[in-house]
């Protein structure tokens, strides 16, 4: 009975015309960000942030929450349409989003993705409703040793997340390894392979990265290819060809089902994340298929289990946030220090002492998704006109953009230089058919897996037991063990298979 008086309460505040107005600004606004090359919710909400001065706490955080999973809805368009991820959180979903635009698939792979995304965002608020005080109990029982067992498995399982040979996705994932050691080191404060460049202090910009790797090395290679067309193939936006048939939403059910579980699990934990929830939603539908090799070819089911887990995920970051006041990422950040301007101090008593900003909040997710969906489905044909336009004209438009969302993101001019050597390397890539997907998730990762190893080692004063005298840290440890005896069983047995077809064909069997 407590929870529908909570929710009574909720509701009672997002339906007054402040409220929605706040809502309906946020999320369209948000929509529309996240669809151009990125810029993302943390610039977006940075520029926007002034508007909400004169508006009451609840409106104000109702508003920016809403540009924050609007943008993570209008991320996957441009993902889908050109190759070009708006947001980091939507580089999962060019791996099939893009193939099936290849196809001609592009107005049902946005509706898709809308409807996927629905469906993650309302399982979180669900999951908010229902367990918030169990679930930020499971988020405070994570130290370092926890997260540090997290990141190896997500490090191992981004391996299985390329093409053909398991030994060039390892190699890929180091290699984003050593991207992430560029800037300072945190602890230590000393300028790590930044060759004397203040520029490189903060690090790589992981937009810089994805928009390199995907939008500028596609540019490239459509310029290279001798099949080069002078406009892009017509899409039918009929509700009939757009609206997913029995079959697919029979493949996609548990798709969607096991990527809103893993996105609301990863989402909750501080310093996670959507982009990671994407990755690992990804990777378990890949190991779990019967037909792996679709994936990354136009399976509709990596494109529903990603969607779902970085909606998902965005909306349980909100948990730690407004439960803890511990932000899981700098969009977080941000709508903590909005909170503090207007007078509310986040923490576990904010929804005792503010249960109308907090519940109020949680039925605005309610109204935002909704929102989302009745304004991004009649959308759909308006984005796959884009198709339509020539390249010569649709291709300086993409690289004007992507080059002012690489400068905006941190007012780095030294970023629109690294985009272009990321967009050859990502061509350079492609020519020798190395996986960028690794590369990106070992830049995610590898920053964080090496803060909560020193951490861990520090607290333990050097002893390394520690990561498998803790229970969830062993039990990820286990877990990412099986994972690579897996992967070599599997590979030694595709040798042997290979080994006995060319016996066979040579007459010795």
Not at 103 to 109: I, L, N
Not at 158 to 179: E, H
Request: proline share 5%; hydrophobic share 50%; charged share 10%.
């Amino acid at each position: 009975m407590e929870l529908w008086s909570n929710m009574s309460l909720g509701f009672a505040v997002a339906v007054s015309w402040s409220s929605l107005w706040a809502c309906f600004i946020g999320v369209t606004l948000g929509t529309f960000i996240g669809v151009l090359p990125g810029v993302g919710a943390l610039a977006g909400i940075s520029l926007l942030m002034p508007l909400t001065f004169g508006q009451s706490a609840t409106d104000a955080i109702v508003m920016l929450a809403g540009i924050y999973y609007g943008s993570i809805y209008g991320g996957s368009t441009a993902a889908i349409l050109l190759n070009l991820p708006g947001s980091v959180t939507s580089a999962v979903t060019c791996f099939d989003g893009y193939p099936m635009a290849q196809k001609g698939e592009a107005g049902k792979a946005l509706a898709m993705t809308t409807l996927a995304s629905f469906i993650g965002g309302c399982f979180s608020i669900v999951l908010m409703m229902a367990f918030a005080a169990p679930l930020v109990a499971v988020a405070q029982s994570f130290g370092s040793p926890e997260y540090f067992a997290m990141t190896i498995l997500g490090l191992l399982a981004a391996s299985t997340l390329s093409q053909g040979s398991p030994v060039k996705g390892i190699a890929m994932v180091v290699v984003g390894l050593l991207l992430g050691l560029v800037g300072t080191d945190i602890q230590s404060g000393v300028a790590r392979f930044t060759f004397g460049s203040r520029e490189l202090l903060d690090g790589i910009s992981l937009v810089v990265l994805a928009m390199g790797l995907f939008g500028v090395s596609e540019i490239l290679v459509n310029f290279t290819s001798m099949h080069f067309a002078t406009t892009r193939q017509k899409v039918d936006t009929s509700w009939a060809a757009m609206w997913p048939t029995k079959k697919e939403w029979k493949s996609t059910s548990g798709s969607m089902t096991r990527g809103s579980v893993i996105g609301a699990v990863i989402g909750i934990l501080p310093g996670a994340g959507a982009a990671i929830a994407a990755f690992v939603a990804y990777s378990v539908e890949k190991k779990m298929s019967k037909t792996p090799e679709r994936f990354g070819n136009g399976a509709i089911e990596g494109l529903a289990a990603s969607e779902t887990a970085n909606n998902s995920a965005a909306q349980a970051a909100f948990i730690p946030t407004m439960s803890l006041g511990i932000p899981g990422s700098a969009t977080m950040a941000l709508l903590l220090g909005a909170l503090l301007i207007h007078g509310v101090q986040p923490g576990p008593l904010v929804i005792s002492t503010n249960p109308e900003l907090f519940w109020g909040l949680i039925a605005s997710f309610w109204i935002g998704n909704l929102l989302l969906l009745v304004l991004n489905l009649p959308l759909i044909g308006i984005w796959v006109r884009m198709l339509m336009i020539p390249y010569h004209i649709l291709y300086p438009c993409i690289l004007f953009f992507i080059c002012l969302g690489a400068y905006s993101a941190r007012s780095n001019p030294v970023d629109i230089g690294l985009v272009i050597f990321f967009g050859l390397m990502g061509y350079g890539m492609k020519l020798l058919q190395l996986p960028a997907a690794p590369l990106l998730l070992g830049l995610v990762l590898g920053p964080m897996a090496e803060e909560h190893f020193r951490r861990s080692l520090l607290l333990s004063r050097g002893d390394a037991t520690v990561f498998v005298t803790q229970p969830i840290s062993a039990g990820l440890l286990a877990v990412a063990v099986i994972i690579v005896a897996s992967t070599i069983r599997s590979s030694l047995r595709k040798r042997r298979q290979i080994i006995a077809a060319q016996m066979a064909q040579s007459g010795q069997i």
